[in-house]
């Protein structure tokens, strides 16, 4: 009997080391597990660790206020009732930092995010940004889904822990019931987040998948639209392409050619620039209203360039000036004389050639691009010398003679030698001045020389004007300069002079005047 007993005491002693063992053994593993629990990166663990504490501190701030009550009404130690308000301030200071994990603490993370501003594709460029919009749904979809892998991984580990606490539990039931219970409680807030999470996500796949479907619809269309733009701009310019082929075809005038492609062009701008336009502004109104605001201000604040593009319509329109045309420009007192190489927007492009403003004005300076604003049409004087084709201008020379020269001669001389120089020229005149008759009112014009003889303070002024190259008129001038000087140094009755001399009274014996040496012919005109 006593060796039975004995045998029972070593089997006790024995199974009791093994639970202890078996004990110990439960413990390190929980701890292992809490260990992993505590120190993971887990965002669900951190919210629902912030939410515990959220629950910790009400507790412990309704224990204090308890307490302060108690001393209040017993007028306890003074010195126990500072430091219980001070550690009550504190607390409350902290719940109020947790205030958002009071109820819901994976509020944020199971909740479906709202889809709102979604784009409405209505032009091309809106196609980047409906794309990137897509973009960043599937964003938000792809970390929903890796908050729903970390919850299935803490659960994983709850329920490992919640195995051990059973096992626990049932070897030492007084003392592992409250962390059991408490684990089932922790359990079954993740397993209804994880729910949630689910519902959420399916629920958003769907939305994204819907948004998806009507962006893609939106962006084919606005392609089809965009190839349908494309393809009347296409055709736009192909027609002007055209039309500028058979202008160069059966137009041999390479001025008229010119100014006609220019316009193509300037037309062919503006019909794509209107293709563009009303194919992706939605409200016209909208525009008219803010052309015409901005319209206003930029009138005031660059009315030299809006007037310089009038003027460009100016000239377009009437045709008063042509590309080739030889014209006369002055402003400030300078005088350009020059062939117009380009009517541009803003500017009229004049190359200056060689003529007397060469001489009087430029100090012999000559072939200069002259840049000249449309506007100067508006409020200068430009001088086109070949209007309507016009091939021909009066040109002028004259000769000062003494008061006792044959002044009848001088004008025949004059005349038969400006007639034989210029006769081309006059006939060329002759048939312009009838086309002329076709568009201005215009008077019977006689294209012969005209030379007069005018008296002046010291002498007789001959002046000579006749009809010469509007574009090379300085060749003729010279060559009728010269034979009239010979003419008039050959006449031993007509005395050429810059200037008379004036009479001296102290001479008693006045003599026979000679002629001064001869001076250069005074151009008149410019060209």
């Known amino acids: 009997m006593e060796l039975m007993l004995r045998g029972l005491l070593v089997v006790g002693i024995f199974l009791g080391m093994l639970e202890a063992e078996n004990i110990a053994d439960l413990q390190t593993k929980l701890s292992h597990l809490q260990h992993q629990l505590e120190t993971s990166d887990n965002i669900w663990l951190k919210k629902f660790k912030n939410f515990e504490s959220y629950g910790k501190i009400s507790v412990e701030i309704q224990k204090i206020q308890e307490r302060l009550k108690k001393l209040q009404e017993e007028k306890g130690d003074p010195l126990e009732i500072s430091a219980l308000k001070h550690s ?34 209505t032009s091309p ?5 409906a794309l990137s919009f897509i973009k960043s749904l599937k964003i938000k979809y792809t970390t929903m889904q890796g908050h729903q892998k970390s919850l299935h991984q803490v659960l994983e580990l709850l329920a490992q822990e919640l195995e051990i606490l059973k096992e626990l539990q049932a070897l030492q039931p007084k003392k592992w019931a409250t962390p059991l219970y408490q ?13 949630l999470l689910k519902a959420s996500l399916d629920t958003y796949a769907k939305d994204i998948q819907e948004a998806d479907q009507s962006i893609k619809t939106q962006i084919k269309d606005q392609l089809f639209k965009l190839l ?30 010119y100014s006609i492609n220019k316009a193509i062009n300037f037309v062919n701008a503006n019909v794509i620039v209107l293709i563009f336009l009303f194919s992706y502004l939605e409200n016209v109104s909208y525009l008219v209203t803010a052309i015409g605001f901005m319209g206003a201000g930029f009138a005031i604040a660059m009315r030299d360039l809006f007037m310089s593009v009038l003027g460009w319509m100016t ?31 803003l500017y009229i492009t004049i190359f200056e050639d060689v003529t007397m403003m060469t001489y009087l004005k430029n100090n012999g300076r000559a072939g200069r691009i ?15 010398c070949s209007h309507l084709g016009s091939k021909t201008i009066w040109d002028s020379l004259e000769f000062f003679l003494t008061f006792d020269s044959n002044h009848q001669k001088a004008v025949e001389i004059a005349t038969q030698i400006a007639t034989t120089c210029a006769q081309t020229y006059s006939q060329m005149a002759q048939a312009q001045f009838s086309k002329m ?13 005209k030379v007069f003889i005018m008296p002046e303070k010291d002498g007789m002024r001959l002046f000579i004007s006749y009809l010469a190259d509007a574009y090379n008129a300085l060749p ?52």
């Not at 002259?370 to 086109?384: A, D, E, M």
Request: neutral net charge.
């Open 370 to 384: 002259i840049f000249v604003p449309n506007n100067y049409i508006f409020t200068g004087l430009l001088s086109n």
């Open 228 to 257: 349908y733009v494309l393809l009347g701009a296409l055709c736009s310019v192909l027609l002007a392409w055209g039309l500028k082929k058979l202008s160069h075809k059966y137009l041999y005038d390479d001025e008229r050619s």
């Open 125 to 129: 460029f809106g196609i980047i940004g």
């Open 437 to 449: 008759r076709t568009k201005y009112a215009f008077r019977n014009v006689d294209a012969s020389p």
């Open 315 to 345: 000239l377009i329109l009437r045709g008063n000036l042509h590309v080739g045309d030889r014209v006369q420009v002055s402003k400030d007192g300078n005088t350009y004389v020059g062939d117009v190489l380009d009517i541009s927007m």
């Open 476 to 527: 003729l001038r010279s060559v009728i300069s010269l034979q009239v000087l010979q003419a008039f140094l050959k006449s031993k009755d007509i005395f050429v002079s810059a200037s008379l001399k004036p009479k001296i009274e102290e001479d008693p014996e006045p003599k026979e005047p000679s002629p001064e040496p001869s001076s250069s012919p005074i151009p008149q005109n410019p060209v």
């Open 88 to 121: 009550l301030q504190a607390l409350q200071h902290q719940e109020k930092l947790l205030d958002l994990y009071k109820t819901h603490p994976f509020k944020d993370l199971v909740e479906k995010p709202t889809i709102t501003n979604m784009p409405n594709v």
């Open 183 to 195: 684990e089932q409680i922790r359990i079954i807030e993740f397993s209804n987040a994880q729910s």
